[in-house]
């Protein structure tokens, strides 16, 4: 069964970090670009991030550039999204999910979509 899980998610003061993991099963991850998008209530799911198949090819939106760092293992057949200095905008249920078109920010693009984890960001 072909399956993604994301994991790391929580609550944090403005200015901290999470890590966000994305575990894929059933599938060799290595074979795909995984993107991260995010939807917060009453909003449009939007992009985040993708990391390409290509090493050292990866895409982010202007809005987490320079905050938010994608990376992979491929031995683990994980993808991570490492998140810092949070703000309270960045507060969304995160989602991944596997690239299948051609526009990293375009969620038509994708499937294999995870069922998603909160990122609260509050004092």
């Known amino acids: 069964q072909v399956q993604l899980v994301e994991s790391g998610g929580g609550l944090v003061q403005p200015g901290g970090s999470l890590k966000l993991s994305c575990a894929a099963s059933?599938?060799?991850?290595?074979?795909?670009?995984i993107g991260w998008f995010r939807q917060a209530p009453g909003k449009e799911r939007e992009g985040v991030s993708c990391?390409?198949?290509?090493?050292?090819?990866?895409y982010y939106a202007d809005s987490v550039r320079g905050r938010f760092t994608i990376s992979r293992d491929n031995a683990k057949n994980t993808v991570y999204l490492q998140m810092n200095d949070l703000e309270p905008e960045d507060s969304a249920v995160y989602y991944c999910?596997?690239?299948?078109?051609?526009?990293?920010?375009?969620?038509?693009?994708?499937?294999?979509w995870g069922q998603g984890t909160q990122v609260t960001v509050s004092s």
């Open positions: 999910a596997a690239l299948v078109g051609n526009n990293w920010y375009n969620e038509e693009d994708y499937d294999y």
């Open positions: 059933g599938f060799p991850l290595v074979n795909y670009a």
């Open positions: 990391i390409m198949t290509v090493p050292g090819e990866s």
